[in-house]
DNA sequence: TTCGTCATGTAATGGGTTACATGATTAC
DNA sequence: GTAATCATGTAACCCATTACATGACGAA
């Protein structure tokens, strides 16, 4: 019955907003741009559409030769099943991506979150690297009691082992500030006047695209 | 019924080898030791416990006071099950160490492998290692591949991830680089006449640990 | 005596894959 | 015409977590 796995769910929406796609170029899109974290086959992507479509949060249209341009483009071929977000469901999407509960900057959701920092909110941009900066803070604070208290226990290839997970956390830290600290650049120069756009990596603007009716795709 | 995660089972096979512990214990250790990678529940290791028993690798004990030095010291306390290998489950467990099969390098695996290389001969040493990062070489050629085919049409935040994953990938290789050549080295220095431990890592020797009653601590 | 941690388990549930079944379209 | 890839699904299974239930022991 359920079949959501919030994340999926997500990405699903969030790809769908920037255009109208079939099943199979959803996933395709979920394992390639996304995909360097997560790989979903269609048994868990094809139940996942249908408890969406019952949401109401997008609908299947019978793409016979759907004169839909843009999906062609995409494809480079027609769509059988075209999956369309509906106001609603582009409403629950902008919802979810204003909530910064601490699930967001755990491993398995921050790299979506991140992925669509694009149409995300620069204050919510700014919770979600703290909050995950400071998760991964408290994890290297974690490794390093455990490595002090076992570090005469374990042998050479633990340690390195050991030492390595350090390294890439600490790693992924370094990042993080990089990204906080141009995110806060960014501000600066605009002086938080506007509404919540642009920081230093936005450098096409933090929304969708060029925006007009380029969303009725 | 089955209840076999491969992962796990070799992990507790493995630790188990190196002094019997009762479940608490062997969970503690299962998540800091070599816990960067992979967290079970109790959920997920008393059932599996129960399999290993089954399959005869591993005894249950009752360890009302089990005069077991080596689980009371461990514990700082008396133990209740005390789980200890069996001759089935060593020989078992070195099967497990020698096989090298396409798994071994996956990320699922790979880590896991890696924390008992203390137990494993140099040439499974190469091989994982060696298997691992063509694995992923061919993961960052899939990458630069699609990469190229949709820089355009990315968002700066959507393209710094991606980077930011391709550059832990090749600070993996990097990693596995350094570990090859450092296998080799040893080899080359001792011009493979032994059967096969030590190589620059090694400095205690590839076994367990010093041996004698030192893990009574 | 109460709190933390040690200690062992089970049932319900979740989230996902694999293998299978099917067929259209394109490139060669 | 045949192989690859596009395209959509389902049923069976797998692995693991969560929440729960239970209780002993040590320290404050």
Redesign the pocket.
């Known amino acids: 019955?359920?079949?959501?796995?919030?994340?999926?769910e997500f990405a699903v929406l969030g790809l769908l907003r920037e255009a109208p796609m079939?099943?199979?170029?959803?996933?395709?899109r979920l394992n390639t741009s996304l995909g360097v974290f997560?790989?979903?086959?269609?048994?868990?992507?094809?139940?996942?559409?249908?408890t969406l479509v019952q949401q109401g949060w997008i609908t299947?249209e019978e793409?016979g030769l759907t004169e839909d341009p843009r999906a062609a483009a995409l494809?480079?071929?027609?769509?059988?099943?075209?999956y369309r977000l509906t106001a609603e469901g582009k409403e629950h999407f902008e919802e979810l991506l204003a909530q910064t509960g601490p699930d967001a900057w755990e491993d398995?959701h921050f790299g979506v979150r991140f992925a669509f920092f694009g149409q995300t909110s620069r204050d919510v941009r700014m919770r979600v690297l703290e909050g995950r900066r400071s998760r991964l803070e408290e994890r290297l604070d974690k490794m390093r009691a455990s490595l002090a208290r076992t570090r005469e226990r374990l042998d050479d290839y633990t340690l390195e082992l050991q030492r390595h997970g350090m390294e890439s956390v600490e790693r992924e830290v370094r990042w993080l500030n990089e990204l906080i600290e141009s995110e806060r650049a960014g501000r600066d120069q605009r002086e938080q006047r506007q509404s919540g756009d642009t920081g230093d990596l936005p450098r096409h603007r933090g929304g969708t695209r060029p925006d007009s009716s380029d969303d009725t795709t």
């Open positions: 019955m359920s079949r959501r796995s919030g994340i999926l079939h099943g199979y170029e959803l996933r395709k997560r790989a979903f086959s269609y048994g868990t992507l094809y139940p996942c559409l249908k299947e793409g494809t480079g071929r027609r769509a059988k099943i075209v398995e």
